[in-house]
C-alpha cells in the first residue's frame, strides 16, 4: 500500500507539516479514522433527518462513490460540478471524488441557471451532481449550456441516483497516487466583471488551513462539536463544517436549510455545538431574536467564530452581554481557503479582523507595490501554503494577483503597533452580503435589461445593523416614471435571474449618474 501520510510537529507555533511523496488528502482525512481507532465514533450528524454516521460508515461510503464516479465514466483529472445541500452525501462526493482523482468543484446552491451555465462551460464539466431541490435551476441550465457534461446525476429521489449507484459499488478503492502538491479540487470565486473564476486548490491545502487556523488559533479538540451556518459550498463552510472536525476526529452537525436565528438556536439546543461559525447578518439577526425575548440554552458553546465581511463591535459587545462569550472575528478568501487573520480566545480587539495566523505573512503596500509606513493603510498581500495554484485558465488574472508567492487580497488594510489588522474595505467595488460576494455589474446589468431602465449604478449602503446590503440608482428613459411602483416592478425584475441575496434592498431613482472622462461609473461618489 502507497503511504499517504503527513506529519505533524507542534512543538514549534507554526507547527510543520512534512507529506510523504505521494499523498491523497482523502486517505489522511477519511481512512486514518479507522487505523486510530474511531470507526464507531459519530462523524457527522444531519440536524434534520436525524440521520447519523460513524467514521467508519463515511469511510466505507466514500470508497463506495469513488468506485460509482469512475463507473459513470468519470476520469481522473476531470471536474464534477456539486450543487448538493449540506448532507453526508455531500462529504461522500468530495473526498469520493479527491479518492479517485477526479476533481470536486462544490458550487454555491443559492445561484441561478445562467450562473450554473456559465460554470458549467467554464469548467468543462464531465459531471453534474446535484441534489433534487436545486433541480429548478441545474436542469434549466443544462439543456442551455451548449457543453454537455458526460454524467448528470440527482443525489437522491427517484430513478437513477447517487444514493442508488452507492449502495451498488464495491466498498473497497485504491486512492490515486497524487502528489500534495497535485489538484485537489475548486472552488468558484466571483469576480468584478461578473463571471466566476475556477480556484484551483492542491491537496496540501485543506492540511494547512486546518493545523494553521483550527487547531493553532482555535485550539480545536477531538471532542468539539461544530455546527457552521456558512454552507460547505464556501470556502469558510467546507473548513468549518468537513473539513476541520475531520482533521481532529471531532463531530460536526449538518444543517441543510437557510440559517435562520431560529433555526440555528433549536440546533444548538438539541445538538450542543461547542464551536460555532456564523456571519455578521446572523449573528445581527440572532441577537434581534433574543433581545426580542427568545431564551434557546446556548450554554454549549465555547467558542464563536465570525467571517465573510467585518463584524461591527456593537454586535460583539450584544453578543457578549447576552451569550457571555466572544465572536471571533477572522478574515478568509476563497483563494488562501480559510482564515489567515484572527482574533483569538482573550487577544480581541473590537472592529479588528486580528493578528495573523501563525504561518502566514503580510505586506501592506501602497499602488506601486512599495510597502506602506505602519499604521497607514494599503493593499493587503499575503503569502503562505494554502494559496491557490492559479485562476483556472486565466493567466491574466492569475499573473495579477499572485506575485512571487504573495496573493492580492484585494483588501484595504492597516495594521497596528501591536499588530493588529483592520479592514478599510476593498480597493475594488465588490460588495460582501451577508457574508456572499455580489458584483454591482452583474445587478446593474439585470436591472438596465429592464426596459423602462437607460441606465443603473449599484453600491453598498450600511443598514441599521452597520451591514452593508446593495442599494441601486436609477436612470429613466421617462423620468416621470419614477415612484415606489416602479420600485416594486424593478425589485421583480431582479427576483427573476438573480440570487436573492443580490437583491437591490433601496432604489434611487435619478437624472444621471457620475462618470469619469472615459464614461466608466464612479461608485465611490454614489456611496
Ligand atoms: C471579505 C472580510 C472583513 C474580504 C472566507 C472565511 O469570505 C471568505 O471568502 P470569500 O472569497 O471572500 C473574501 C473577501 O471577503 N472578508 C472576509 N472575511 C472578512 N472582510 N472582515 C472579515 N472578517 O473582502 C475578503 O477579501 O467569499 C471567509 C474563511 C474562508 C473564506 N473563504
Not at 486517505?27 to 467508519?56: P, S
Not at 469576480?191 to 491545502?205: A, F, L, Q
Not at 467564530?305 to 450584544?318: F, K, N, T, W, Y
Request: aromatic content about 8%; proline content about 6%; overall charge negative.
Amino acid at each position: 500500500m502507497t503511504d499517504h501520510t503527513v506529519t505533524i510537529d507542534r512543538s514549534a507555533s507554526p507547527a510543520t507539516l512534512d507529506f510523504s511523496d505521494t499523498f491523497n488528502c482523502a486517505v489522511h482525512m477519511i481512512d486514518r479514522h479507522l487505523a486510530e481507532g474511531r470507526g464507531g465514533k459519530v462523524a457527522f450528524r444531519e440536524a434534520q433527518t436525524g440521520r447519523d454516521i460513524t467514521f467508519a460508515e463515511l469511510a466505507e461510503n466514500v470508497n463506495r462513490t469513488g468506485n460509482a464516479l469512475l463507473g459513470l465514466g468519470l476520469e481522473p483529472g476531470e471536474r464534477m460540478l456539486m450543487m448538493v445541500k449540506d448532507c453526508h452525501e455531500f462529504v461522500y462526493l468530495f473526498y469520493g471524488a479527491i479518492k479517485v482523482g477526479v476533481i470536486p468543484v462544490p458550487l454555491n446552491t443559492l445561484l441561478r441557471a445562467k450562473d450554473y451555465a456559465f460554470m458549467i462551460g467554464n469548467a468543462e464539466a464531465a459531471g453534474v451532481i446535484y441534489s433534487p431541490e436545486f433541480a429548478g435551476e441545474v436542469e434549466p441550465a443544462l439543456d442551455d449550456c451548449p457543453y454537455k457534461p458526460a454524467v448528470v446525476l440527482r443525489v437522491d429521489g427517484d430513478g437513477d441516483t447517487l444514493a442508488g449507484r452507492i449502495g451498488a459499488a464495491s466498498a473497497e478503492v485504491e486512492a490515486a497516487a497524487s502528489g500534495p502538491m497535485d489538484d485537489c479540487f475548486w472552488l468558484y470565486s466571483s469576480g468584478s466583471t461578473g463571471n466566476p473564476k475556477g480556484v484551483i486548490h492542491v491537496h496540501r491545502d485543506i492540511a494547512v488551513t486546518c493545523e494553521q487556523y483550527a487547531v493553532g488559533v482555535l485550539g480545536w479538540r477531538e471532542d468539539d462539536v461544530v455546527l457552521s451556518a456558512a454552507k460547505l459550498f464556501f470556502a469558510y463552510g467546507l473548513g468549518n463544517a468537513m473539513n476541520f472536525p475531520l482533521w481532529m476526529g471531532s463531530t460536526a452537525v449538518l444543517f441543510d436549510a437557510a440559517p435562520t436565528p431560529r433555526g440555528m438556536h433549536d440546533t444548538i439546543e438539541a445538538f450542543k455545538p461547542t464551536i460555532f461559525f456564523g456571519v455578521p447578518t446572523l449573528y445581527a439577526a440572532q441577537l434581534k431574536e433574543l433581545e426580542r425575548g427568545a431564551s434557546p440554552d446556548l450554554s454549549s458553546l465555547r467558542l464563536c467564530v465570525s467571517a465573510g465581511e467585518a463584524l461591527p463591535p456593537d454586535i460583539l459587545d450584544r453578543w457578549k452581554e447576552r451569550i457571555g462569550i466572544d465572536i471571533l472575528d477572522g478574515i478568509g478568501t476563497t483563494e488562501i481557503l480559510h482564515i489567515f487573520i484572527s482574533n483569538r480566545p482573550g487577544d480581541i480587539k473590537p472592529g479588528a479582523s486580528g493578528k495573523l495566523v501563525p504561518g502566514y505573512e503580510a505586506r501592506i503596500v501602497d499602488d506601486d507595490g512599495n510597502d506602506v509606513p505602519g499604521g497607514e493603510a494599503g493593499g493587503l498581500m499575503i503569502r503562505g501554503d494554502s494559496l491557490l495554484r492559479e485562476y483556472w485558465r486565466n493567466p491574466e488574472k492569475t499573473a495579477a494577483s499572485l506575485k512571487d508567492g504573495w496573493i492580492v487580497t484585494g483588501d484595504t488594510y492597516e495594521r497596528d503597533g501591536n499588530g493588529f489588522f483592520t479592514c478599510h474595505g476593498r480597493s475594488d467595488d465588490m460588495l460582501k452580503v451577508g457574508g456572499i460576494w455580489v458584483s454591482p455589474v452583474e445587478i446593474e446589468l439585470k436591472l438596465s435589461e429592464h426596459p423602462k431602465v437607460l441606465e443603473a449604478a449599484v453600491v453598498g449602503r450600511a443598514d441599521d445593523d452597520d451591514l452593508i446590503k446593495p442599494e441601486a440608482f436609477v436612470v429613466l428613459n421617462e423620468p416621470s416614471d419614477a415612484g415606489d411602483d416602479l420600485a416594486v416592478e424593478l425589485l421583480n425584475h431582479c427576483k427573476d435571474g438573480l440570487a436573492r441575496y443580490k437583491y437591490p434592498r433601496w432604489f434611487n431613482f435619478v437624472d444621471d449618474l457620475p462618470k469619469t472622462a472615459t464614461g466608466k461609473i464612479q461608485r465611490f461618489r454614489l456611496r
